[in-house]
């Protein structure tokens, strides 16, 4: 089984600011992983995805991650936040093969400041 | 392109009372999916469609709700009857297929209350 731990339900920055939000995940094999972005009252869109290739991902309005095997991570970075950025984000993790279905984690609230 | 459609946006009832949510996936999207979304939560799978077989239902609580995607194309989630705990945005979501590595497109979502 695969199970994503975001760290932190609210993370909130200043804008022009970095921003940082972390995924851990647990897989028994290499996993792929996922960033999706829920704004409020909307669905999830997808930020990004990992399937094996480059292990820094490049992702939609100026977002990346890493992923980074030996840490069990995929954290998700902008390097200045903007106040548009503020929404919910969701890392997920799903594994090669077959038909699995993502799981997602809780969820991490970014809060921009002005 | 027209994204994944849901109604209604929003949807009050008394508890006992029945209730369905309709969903028209991205055209070309053989993979439906419905997921449930508690409040501070991720969405976790209900159900999964493929064309117009149901496959990995098996968090679907089945006495009391119901889906069908008849042909294959729109689908619905019927609760009967409705409990308090019901209360959540129920999200539709399509790919193009089943693969893992997927995207997958969301719609809005309905959110229910129950009282």
């Known amino acids: 089984a695969q199970s994503v731990t975001q760290l932190g339900s609210h993370v909130s920055v200043s804008e022009g600011a970095l921003v940082l939000l972390r995924c851990n995940y647990s897989?028994?094999?290499?996993?792929?992983l996922f960033w999706y972005v829920q704004y409020p009252n909307q669905g999830l869109q997808l930020l990004l995805k990992?399937?094996?290739?480059?292990?820094l991902v490049k992702g939609i309005n100026g977002f990346e991650a890493e992923f980074k095997k030996s840490e069990t991570s995929f954290h998700l970075t902008k390097p200045s936040a903007h106040m548009s950025d503020a929404a919910e984000y969701f890392c997920?993790?799903?594994?090669?093969?077959?038909?699995?279905?993502?799981?997602f984690g809780r969820g991490t609230s970014l809060i921009v400041h002005p | 392109e027209a994204g994944v459609v849901q109604s209604p946006r929003y949807k009050i009832i008394e508890k006992k009372q029945p209730v369905a949510f309709w969903c028209n996936p991205i055209s070309g999207h053989n993979t439906l999916y419905w997921y449930l979304q508690n409040l501070g939560q991720g969405p976790e799978l209900l159900i999964r469609?493929?064309?117009?077989?149901?496959?990995?239902d098996s968090q679907l609580p089945k006495d009391r709700f119901s889906a069908e995607r008849l042909k294959g194309v729109d689908s619905t989630l019927k609760i009967q009857p409705a409990e308090l705990g019901d209360s959540a945005v129920y999200l539709c979501a399509s790919s193009l297929g089943v693969a893992s590595q997927e995207t997958q497109y969301f719609g809005p979502g309905t959110r229910l209350l129950v009282l």
């Open positions: 990992y399937t094996s290739a480059a292990t």
């Open positions: 997920a993790v799903s594994r090669p093969g077959g038909s699995y279905i993502p799981t």
């Open positions: 897989s028994s094999v290499p996993p792929y």
């Open positions: 469609y493929e064309n117009e077989e149901a496959v990995d």
